[in-house]
């Protein structure tokens, strides 16, 4: 089984810059903790409502709805991208949708934003469910045992 991410609070510098547009409460040290398991670079974490999530959305990928998670990954020349003076990106987080699936898979907002937001993380990295072999969803669930969250994201994820 995997260790609490609340075991490594208190540990590591700050990744993550912030913009909490919503009343959502979290611990962002326990979100710290998962980007620097993954790299080395600061990412941007946007919380917002449903209707700016919504016009992300139209304006990057042409759906008109709203939805959970969205990450923008920094377009770097190869020669830079692994350079830790640059951002890796953002990831965009609808409050609502944590809210709702928290509730609905009966765990906390903050393993589901911590989910959300590995979800995130792993798009800014370069990995992409719709087009590989499944070794997101194989990172993912390597992810959420090691860090003993709910496995609700993978089993939603394999139900579409």
Do not use: W
Request: with cysteine; glycine share 4%.
């Amino acid at each position: 089984m995997g260790r609490s991410i609340y075991q490594h609070l208190g540990k590591l510098p700050s990744m993550i810059d912030l913009d909490n547009q919503t009343g959502l409460n979290f611990s962002l040290e326990a979100l710290e903790i998962i980007a620097s398991s993954l790299c080395s670079r600061e990412v941007e974490l946007l919380i917002v409502d449903d209707s700016t999530i919504e016009a992300l959305n139209l304006q990057h990928r042409e759906k008109a709805s709203a939805t959970d998670v969205l990450s923008f990954p920094v377009d770097l020349p190869p020669n830079l991208e692994s350079s830790s003076a640059f951002p890796l990106g953002s990831i965009v987080v609808a409050s609502s949708f944590v809210v709702e699936k928290a509730s609905y898979f009966r765990h906390s907002v903050q393993d589901e934003l911590s989910l959300l937001f590995i979800h995130g993380m792993l798009h800014l990295l370069g990995y992409d469910h719709e087009v590989d072999n499944g070794e997101m969803r194989q990172k993912e669930a390597t992810l959420i045992e090691a860090f003993a969250l709910p496995n609700s994201l993978i089993i939603r994820t394999e139900e579409k």
